[in-house]
């Protein structure tokens, strides 16, 4: 019998998954995926970019070759029918380029292919268990998955840059800005820091 993954909720607990809050703990991942740039790409986009992994596995080679930094594409979201931007910053074009020169595809390959079949992508539940193994071997309690990655992207934005609720429930296309606080588990206790400020 495998030992249970420390990351992965008892039966019956919830199964809302975190956000990785610790920007040593996203370095540290990214070190790990180092070798596979398949897999770091993957990462790289979703913390940079906070879109849905089961809109960025629909993605293909074409859609991102020859892209630049600061050039976007349009995603259309398949959970609610908008259509939202992947931007292509410098750490997304670094990944984009070690992903690239790591093979050969042609354009109507699936960027996170599945090993499994002859041009399938990745499932959720296998990034799922991607994410669990990359937290757990980061050193990170708690329960992470796939949307981990669209959380994590929410609060670095919010905690470490500092952006405010209204732009990110926008980015999000979150109905008020109140969701998208829940939604990134920040806790009351920031709202009442402001408190402390003398005016």
């Known amino acids: 019998m495998s030992p249970r993954n420390v990351n992965h909720p008892p039966k019956g607990s919830s199964i809302t998954v975190e956000p990785i809050r610790s920007l040593e703990a996203i370095s540290a991942i990214k070190d790990m995926l180092h070798d596979k740039p398949r897999d770091l790409l993957l990462f790289v986009i979703a913390t940079n970019n906070g879109i849905r992994c089961g809109d960025l596995l629909r993605l293909k080679?074409?859609?991102?070759r020859g892209k630049n930094v600061d050039d976007t594409i349009a995603?259309?979201?398949?959970?609610?029918?908008?259509?939202?931007v992947?931007?292509?910053?410098?750490?997304?074009?670094?990944?984009?380029?070690?992903?690239?020169?790591?093979?050969?595809?042609?354009d109507d390959a699936y960027l996170f292919r599945s090993q499994k079949g002859d041009n399938k992508p990745l499932t959720i539940q296998s990034?799922?268990?991607?994410?669990?193994?990359?937290?757990?071997?980061?050193g990170l309690d708690g329960n992470y998955g796939a949307h981990t990655l669209r959380k994590t992207f929410g609060y670095v934005q919010r905690?470490?840059?500092?952006?405010?609720f209204e732009v990110l429930c926008k980015r999000f296309n979150h109905a008020?800005?109140?969701?998208?606080?829940r939604y990134l588990?920040?806790?009351?206790?920031?709202?009442?820091?402001?408190?402390?400020?003398?005016?």
């Open 61 to 64: 080679v074409g859609d991102l």
């Open 75 to 84: 995603v259309k979201e398949s959970k609610t029918g908008k259509t939202n």
């Open 86 to 106: 992947l931007a292509v910053n410098d750490s997304v074009h670094s990944a984009l380029t070690r992903f690239l020169a790591s093979g050969s595809f042609c």
């Open 127 to 138: 990034v799922n268990r991607m994410v669990k193994t990359w937290c757990r071997e980061a």
């Open 159 to 164: 905690v470490h840059f500092g952006v405010g």
């Open 176 to 181: 008020s800005p109140a969701v998208t606080m």
């Open 185 to 199: 588990g920040i806790s009351d206790t920031e709202v009442v820091s402001i408190l402390k400020n003398s005016i």
